[in-house]
């Protein structure tokens, strides 16, 4: 499961400082979550469905084979939420027999014609509707909705939205549209007959066995999966979908878009058979599923899902070449489900309370693969987002990574279980070495395969391998909370020629050992000097040098997950970023410099030499630190900068030295910016767009219909969103929508920001655009699970909502024979309703 991830950071206001600190679920008491107890043992699930497209319900019939798993039994209990039971019966060859059942407050408990021993199988037949839009079970921060089952535009009444059905398990959905035990520890093999009309293609896990033509313009498709796994991996897509085909050795390769985004599916998802190479090869343990296809989904409920050969994405996944070129948003998210195939589908988390063995891996899985395709250098910038993502939210520091008190399942898809439980892979990885750790997970999947496991099984696997105990590692990163907070001060001894580093834990509560990598600068050079610090306040370490060094830099690798407290000049952080070969201190240099270029030459200096990184990410930095309308920054960096507008290998370091330009407001740039619009990049044409705005406004309407701004990067939408707001572009209007929404969290926190997107917020509620109110909707209700648990933010939420909500009314006064005003109060309403 990838969760959604929010625009700009728009939500980090939540979390920063402590006006949101509160929680709705501060205060309550603890409950201690225990595993489900296994009673029974879910064997075989057969299931043959068909839709009622008007009802937005499911006829569903069930052959469900199971033993007890350890001590006889005479019943069955399984989850089955708002459906209703027809017909129950135990099935022996094809000939049923009635058992008598109980269904009350979503449970199905059935009376089995006999006592069954361990091992000793039984075939129960349930006949039923499955009516998900009667489920009353909520969803989540990471996960918006637990209907389980979801017709998009059942009715096909909009004509600009595809009619879809797919579904979402995780948690524990799948009972919404099928009796089961719904629970992570159940393995089950699957076969599936879905009866859908004739127009639309399906997909669900493993491999169609035959697809038959039915009377009235339908068709069955036979879908068997002979390998075990859990039901919440259960999965069926139906759609009018493009199949763009691809391999991986003898394993098809499926993508299922949309059919305008046919010709660019394998731009999107193209990398996937090397990225099933690379994770086989890194694992010595191949792929292990029949296939592996990859569908999108309107309005789907989360970012994305690992349904066992079946992921499924949010439609945002769905690319154009203009954002394509600048770079493919969607190929982390695409590497992180592929991984679960192995950490969360192979091997399953025994319980919600593990899910670091699904989420941390999947996680760590971003950087394997950006390390392997990009080099480590742009896999250590994303580990150094998901570590900020982690801390942005206080609330995380208070979490064991494995914790069995959480208040719902749904808390648990969180930063620890995801950007924290990542990080501490990789610190494991670097304290055990690439050999041992990746021989561990070995060993882990094997002892594990096609069933479930917890952290203690990663823990003992890996210390078989590496012969090391790793019970200090474990206790303090998986059944604790928090991370160290550092400060340190460096003292030289000239008569000894020795410098002593002094490095201090400033946190609350107790304190972490680790191993940590100190760089020593000599002349500009860096000596790496590898230290333990143990679990106490203070450490001291001591080395011998030639001369009182320029500068002491501490985690000069980025391995550590830490807070660090520096007090280095502009001019040490010259020093660093000259010498330093790790990621981490050259990007924390020019961090330091772009706050600092307009007051003190050596960050003005720092700047100029970060145009000139090998990675992408600096130099953009860098541009975005720069203001060329001075004369001293224009002196060392314009000529620079200007070669990168136009040279510059990647499309999206062209787009940020056209916008440090475009500051400078000089008409001779027009030609460039001119230039920049006729270009294939989103992120070029929106920063040529806004520089040409700065100089001569009265050309931006005409222009902005050349940028395609659907899907666009977040990037490219919070550049445009001023000029598009300014010049009341409303062509654009609804590519601004889901950033507006957000503007009382980005007043916060970009007060320049967050006034336009508010003149933005209330010229979507001011004006007859269903599309723009849509997505206002759409976002608001996908993150109400996250927002929800802070009061302070949902009442601002449900504030502009009914602000909004007043504008629409004199809209509706104003023009009541609009064929979509009542539509956008719907969804206005409905939105405010789903917050309360």
């Known amino acids: 499961m990838k969760k959604i991830i929010l625009s700009l950071g728009l939500l980090g206001i939540l979390f920063s400082g402590n006006v949101f600190a509160q929680t709705e679920t501060s205060g309550r008491t603890e409950v201690y979550r225990a595993s489900h107890t296994k009673m029974t043992e879910l064997k075989h699930t057969k299931l043959k469905v068909n839709f009622d497209y008007q009802k937005e319900q499911m006829g569903g019939e069930e052959w469900l084979t199971a033993s007890p798993y350890f001590?006889?039994?005479?019943?069955?209990?399984?989850?089955?939420?708002?459906?209703?039971?027809?017909?129950?019966?135990l099935d022996k060859n094809g000939s049923k027999s009635p058992l008598k059942y109980e269904y009350k407050d979503d449970m199905l408990k059935i009376n089995l014609d006999k006592t069954y021993n361990r091992n000793q199988d039984y075939t129960v037949y349930i006949k039923y509707t499955a009516r998900p839009n009667e489920v009353t079970q909520k969803g989540s921060a990471a996960i918006s909705d637990a209907k389980g089952l979801y017709f998009i535009n059942a009715q096909g009444t909009d004509k600009d939205k595809p009619t879809q059905i797919w579904t979402q398990g995780e948690?524990?959905?799948?009972?919404?549209?099928?009796?089961?035990?719904?629970?992570?520890?159940?393995?089950?093999?699957?076969?599936?007959?879905?009866?859908?009309p004739d127009k639309y293609v399906t997909l669900s896990n493993g491999i169609m066995k035959s697809s038959t033509k039915e009377a009235n313009g339908l068709r069955t498709d036979h879908w068997v999966m002979d390998k075990k796994h859990s039901p919440y991996l259960f999965f069926m897509g139906v759609g009018d979908y493009a199949v763009v085909k691809d391999k991986w050795r003898n394993i098809d390769v499926d993508y299922y878009v949309e059919k305008e985004y046919e010709p660019y599916?394998?731009?999107?998802?193209?990398?996937?058979?090397?990225?099933?190479?690379?994770?086989?090869?890194?694992?010595?343990y191949d792929y292990p599923w029949s296939k592996y296809a990859q569908i999108t989904g309107r309005d789907y409920v989360?970012?994305?899902?690992?349904?066992t050969t079946a992921t499924l994405h949010q439609e945002s996944a769905q690319q154009k070449p203009g954002d394509l070129i600048d770079e493919n948003k969607w190929e982390e998210t695409i590497a992180h489900e592929l991984f679960h195939h192995w950490f969360g589908d192979l091997v399953?988390?025994?319980?919600?309370?593990?899910?670091?063995?699904?989420?941390?891996?999947?996680?760590?899985?971003?950087?394997?693969?950006?390390?392997?395709?990009?080099?480590?250098?742009l896999a250590d910038y994303g580990l150094m987002k998901e570590s900020k993502g982690y801390m942005l939210d206080p609330s995380n520091i208070s979490k064991d990574l494995v914790r069995f008190n959480y208040h719902s399942r749904e808390d648990m898809f969180d930063g620890v279980s995801y950007n924290k439980g990542g990080a501490i892979l990789h610190m494991l990885?670097?304290?055990?070495?690439?050999?041992?750790?990746?021989?561990?997970?070995?060993?882990?999947l094997k002892t594990n395969e096609y069933g479930s496991a917890e952290a203690h099984q990663l823990r003992l696997s890996l210390e078989k391998v590496s012969g090391k105990d790793l019970n200090w590692f474990f206790s303090q990163w998986y059944f604790d909370s928090g991370h160290p907070k550092i400060s340190y001060t460096t003292t030289f001894e000239p008569v000894k020629k020795e410098i002593t580093v002094s490095v201090a834990q400033t946190q609350i509560g107790k304190n972490f050992e680790f191993p940590l990598a100190i760089d020593v600068f000599e002349n500009g050079k860096p000596s790496r000097k590898n230290v333990w610090v143990s679990a106490k306040e203070k450490n001291d370490f001591t080395f011998s040098v030639g001369k009182n060094p320029e500068l002491v830099n501490i985690n000069a690798d980025g391995v550590l997950l830490a807070e660090f407290t520096d007090t280095k000049t502009p001019e040490q952080y010259f020093v660093q970023y000259s010498g330093s070969k790790d990621f981490l201190g050259r990007y924390n240099a020019v961090e330091n410099a772009a706050e600092n270029a307009a007051k003190n030459p050596a960050a003005l200096k720092t700047l100029a030499a970060a145009l000139k990184d090998s990675n992408f990410r600096i130099r953009m930095k860098a541009l975005n630190g720069l203001d060329l309308s001075?004369?001293?920054?224009?002196?060392?960096?314009?000529?620079?900068?200007?070669?990168?507008?136009?040279?510059?290998?990647?499309?999206?370091?062209?787009?940020?030295?056209?916008?440090a330009l475009g500051k400078t407001k000089d008409k001779k740039y027009l030609q460039l910016f001119e230039k920049g619009m006729n270009a294939l990049s989103n992120s070029v044409k929106a920063n040529s767009l806004s520089a040409i705005a700065a100089i001569d406004p009265a050309r931006v309407a005409a222009l902005a219909d050349k940028i395609d701004l659907e899907g666009a990067s977040d990037d490219v939408i919070a550049e445009l969103m001023p000029t598009i707001i300014k010049n009341k572009i409303e062509k654009q209007m609804p590519a601004i929508a889901s950033t507006a929404a957000f503007y009382p969290f980005i007043k916060f926190q970009k007060p320049e920001l967050g006034a336009v997107a508010e003149e933005g917020y209330n010229w979507i509620m001011s004006s007859d655009n269903l599309k723009s109110t849509e997505n206002v909707t759409k976002v608001l209700t996908q993150v109400k699970g996250q927002i929800g648990q802070n009061p302070q933010a949902k009442m601002m939420i449900v504030q502009i909502l009914k602000d909004g909500l007043a504008k629409k009314m004199l809209v509706l006064k104003a023009n009541?024979?609009?064929?979509?005003?009542?539509?956008?109060?719907?969804?206005i309403n409905k939105t405010i309703e789903a917050y309360k």
Do not use: C
Request: aromatic share 12%; proline share 4%.
């Open 171 to 196: 948690t524990e959905s799948s009972s919404a549209w099928f009796p089961t035990i719904d629970k992570t520890n159940q393995k089950t093999t699957e076969e599936i007959y879905m009866t859908v």
């Open 302 to 307: 989360s970012g994305a899902m690992e349904n």
């Open 816 to 827: 009541p024979s609009s064929p979509t005003i009542n539509q956008q109060i719907d969804l």
């Open 265 to 284: 599916a394998k731009q999107i998802f193209g990398n996937t058979p090397e990225m099933i190479e690379f994770f086989s090869k890194r694992l010595n």
């Open 429 to 444: 990885r670097n304290y055990l070495g690439d050999d041992a750790f990746f021989a561990g997970l070995n060993y882990y």
């Open 348 to 377: 399953t988390a025994e319980s919600w309370s593990n899910l670091t063995v699904n989420e941390s891996f999947a996680n760590y899985s971003q950087y394997l693969w950006n390390e392997h395709k990009y080099g480590k250098d």
């Open 71 to 89: 001590y006889p039994t005479d019943s069955l209990v399984l989850n089955a939420k708002s459906m209703l039971i027809h017909e129950v019966a």
């Open 630 to 659: 001075k004369a001293d920054q224009s002196k060392a960096a314009l000529s620079e900068v200007e070669k990168m507008a136009s040279g510059d290998p990647k499309t999206l370091v062209q787009g940020a030295a056209i916008a």
